[in-house]
């Protein structure tokens, strides 16, 4: 079985320096969001049947933002 790190890298590289918040809440329909210093970078808009789907879309989603701002995380 895969680690975290592993299995979801630009997460684990994320959460270094970052943010990243996991669930609802009052005043929203967002269940994923990623942030760093400037505000948020990413959030999702759906709902997820499991956390393997939602850390997934959001790993790809952080690799996508790090690629188009020409950001390297340490992986």
Do not use: H, Q
Not at 5 to 16: C, G
Not at 36 to 55: P, Q
């Amino acid at each position: 079985m895969k680690s975290f790190d592993e299995k979801y890298p630009y997460i684990a590289a994320w959460v270094r320096d970052g943010t990243i918040e996991i669930g609802y809440n009052d005043y929203d329909n967002v269940y994923l969001r990623v942030i760093d210093i400037g505000g948020v970078v990413w959030e999702s808009s759906k709902t997820y049947s499991n956390l393997d789907d939602a850390f997934y879309e959001m790993n790809t989603a952080i690799e996508a933002w790090c690629t188009e701002n020409g950001i390297k995380l340490e992986l």
